[in-house]
């Protein structure tokens, strides 16, 4: 029997053994530089802090304690309504536009390149593009002195509303992929039903479509919400030092503060939302499949 | 969704969201070839900005850093990504479902909680930073990536061209090779592309585990916008677009080309 066909022969008589043989590399990366890490910062998180930068051994809870200071707990506050804020607006401009390319017959496949073209385009350079029309000498500004409008340039940067577009222009082709795959897959015949019965098209957008599209509402809405509440570059570039998010909080505890244990703290009061909207959406999607059947 | 015409009001709505998301891009490379330092008038047409990019020594280094990362986890990631896209859709063990969720784990943890974390690990592990530790980095965020994409391509594709070529007297090793793996292509190679453009695109990340001698692209052009000085921040943000966009019409041709020989075969 040759080396081949032994090696092929132990997998074939051992098919738990060969899942995970596939699996073992990746999760075993993953392990050490996802799930160790993230371990390790919980446990920093419940450490005092060494002015050099990392940890001395020990025991505290002061490092959640502060986020009890209004100074933090309005950072955090913040940071939650600039979420929430920031996804209620995508919803509202995703979902025309959604619905507007779900209708648009040959243009279809253009207009979905266009929403794909930002996702893939560096997130670095989408912010640096607001804060070129934004800045005090920016077009904006500029353009409404010139219309005579205003008479001297209004600042833009470093207000909730700088940061606001950004997250905004940054998350909204994520709302409006997954409001599309739910509205195309719609069934024509449902709403020539709903013709048939009477309803205007008005009631049949709230009555049909609308609840049919309710996935990609649950979904889009997610994956803006997360990475809203966990951004750093948006109010980095944008909001300047007057727009302090939880994101900026962190890297300050890392860098220039050197305050490892309550940036790790810091971490997780995120993580803490993350999963919070996750278990949300878990639950809503549950009961919304539910209901469909 | 289709025969009635959309409303007036509708219409010019949408427009003006895509506008939004459009305009500030395309001003962003208008300004890369404004013959003027500071003013937002137009001066006039000049590539001089793109001429400095070229003189400038980081920037250089910067793609040459970024290109090794990229393609490093790009290839690392890619490989571990689809062996357990494969084990997940094709068989059965006991702890799928954690599998499943540990996958999704790294998808949505925020940037920064990934950077510093890992940071905290290299600091005590002692670990050079440098790009080293810069690929480590990004193959632990793509591999959930990959797996996701290939994972999602496994579901929709049929087993039966293995089995025939099983029936036929390929071993598993061959039909994974001749039959399993040119069908999978498509999958494997839009999952590869999605991990090139995070890796190369990625701050957040990066600039916690680079160290102080290590500069990939995007650090180096977050350092000029942070400086704010000239249209060359411009230049280099359309350098960076422009490069993006090739990468997408190959990944959007990639993933339409089937290379399985079999399925050209004429049918007789």
Redesign the interface.
């Known amino acids: 029997m040759t080396a081949?066909?032994r090696f092929?022969r132990f997998?074939?008589e051992r098919?738990?053994f060969?899942?995970?043989a596939?699996?073992a590399?990746?999760?075993i990366?993953?392990v050490l530089?996802?799930?160790?890490?993230?371990t390790?910062?919980f446990g920093?998180s419940f450490m005092p802090r060494n002015v050099y930068?990392?940890v001395d051994f020990g025991f505290t809870l002061e490092n959640y304690g502060r986020f009890f200071d209004p100074l933090y707990l309005k950072i955090v506050v913040k940071t939650t309504l600039y979420a929430i804020g920031c996804t209620a607006i995508c919803l509202l401009?995703?979902f025309?536009?959604a619905?507007?390319i779900?209708?648009g017959?040959r243009f279809r496949n253009f207009?979905i390149f266009?929403?794909?073209?930002?996702f893939?385009?560096?997130?670095?350079?989408?912010m640096?593009?607001?804060?070129?029309?934004m800045?005090d000498?920016?077009?904006i500004n500029?353009t409404l002195m010139d219309a005579g409008v205003i008479g001297t340039g209004f600042e833009m940067l470093s207000t909730p509303f700088a940061v606001l577009t950004g997250l905004v222009?940054g998350f909204?082709?994520f709302m409006v992929l997954p409001i599309y795959a739910s509205?195309?897959k719609?069934d024509?015949a449902l709403?020539e039903a709903a013709s048939v019965l009477g309803a205007r098209p008005a009631k049949r957008f709230f009555r049909v479509t609308l609840p049919l599209s309710l996935p990609g509402v649950i979904a889009g809405s997610l994956l803006v919400f997360?990475?809203a509440?966990?951004?750093?570059?948006t109010s980095d570039?944008l909001g300047g030092a007057k727009e302090i998010l939880v994101?900026n909080l962190?890297?300050n505890q890392?860098t220039s503060a050197r305050d490892?244990p309550f940036?790790?703290a810091a971490?997780f009061v995120?993580?803490t939302l993350?999963?919070g909207a996750?278990t949300l959406y878990l639950r809503v999607r549950d009961a919304d499949e539910a209901m469909g059947k | 969704?289709?025969n009635?015409r959309?409303p007036y009001w509708?219409?010019l709505?949408?427009a003006i969201?895509?506008l939004?998301?459009?305009a500030?891009?395309l001003?962003?490379v208008l300004?890369s070839f404004n013959d003027s330092k500071?003013?937002?008038?137009w001066k006039g047409f000049t590539t001089k900005w793109y001429e400095r990019l070229a003189e400038r020594q980081d920037i250089l280094d910067g793609l040459y850093s970024s290109l090794t990362v990229a393609l490093g986890s790009t290839a690392i990631a890619t490989?571990?990504?689809t062996?357990?896209a494969?084990?997940l859709a094709r068989?059965?063990?006991?702890g799928r479902r954690a599998?499943e969720a540990?996958?999704y784990?790294?998808i949505?943890?925020?940037?920064?909680?990934?950077g510093?974390?890992?940071?905290?690990?290299f600091?005590?592990a002692h670990v050079p930073l440098g790009l080293g530790s810069i690929t480590?980095?990004h193959?632990?965020f793509n591999?959930?990536f990959v797996?996701v994409v290939v994972h999602a391509r496994l579901q929709g594709m049929e087993r039966n061209l293995e089995e025939a070529a099983m029936i036929l007297g390929a071993?598993?090793?061959t039909a994974f090779f001749r039959v399993t793996v040119p069908q999978l292509w498509p999958g494997i190679l839009s999952g590869a592309m999605l991990a090139f453009?995070m890796s190369f695109?990625d701050?957040?990340i990066t600039s916690?585990v680079a160290g102080t001698d290590a500069a990939t692209l995007?650090m180096v052009?977050?350092a000029m916008?942070k400086k704010?000085i000239e249209p060359s921040?411009?230049a280099i943000?359309t350098v960076?677009?422009i490069a993006?966009?090739i990468?997408?019409f190959a990944a959007d041709r990639a993933g339409r080309e089937k290379p399985l020989t079999a399925e050209k075969a004429p049918v007789e």
């Open positions: 081949r066909r092929l997998f074939h098919p738990q060969k899942a995970w596939l699996l590399p990746g999760l990366w993953l530089f996802f799930l160790i890490p993230l390790m910062m920093y930068g990392g401009l995703g025309p536009v619905y507007a779900a209708r017959g207009l266009l929403i794909m073209l930002p893939w385009t560096s997130f670095l350079v989408r640096y593009a607001m804060m070129f029309l800045r000498s920016g077009l500029k222009f909204l082709p509205l195309e719609l024509h709403l997360i990475p509440l966990g951004s750093f570059l570039v994101g962190v890297q890392f490892w940036g790790s971490s995120m993580m993350v999963l996750v | 969704m289709k009635q959309l509708l219409t709505g949408v969201v895509f939004f998301m459009h500030p891009l001003v962003l300004f500071f003013s937002m008038e490989v571990l990504g062996l357990m494969l084990a068989h059965q063990f006991r599998m540990l996958l784990v790294p949505v943890t925020p940037e920064i909680v990934v510093i974390s890992l940071l905290i690990l600091m005590a480590v980095a193959v632990a591999i959930s797996a071993d598993e090793i453009t695109d701050y957040v916690f995007p052009v977050y916008v704010n921040v411009n943000s960076v677009l993006t966009t990468l997408i």
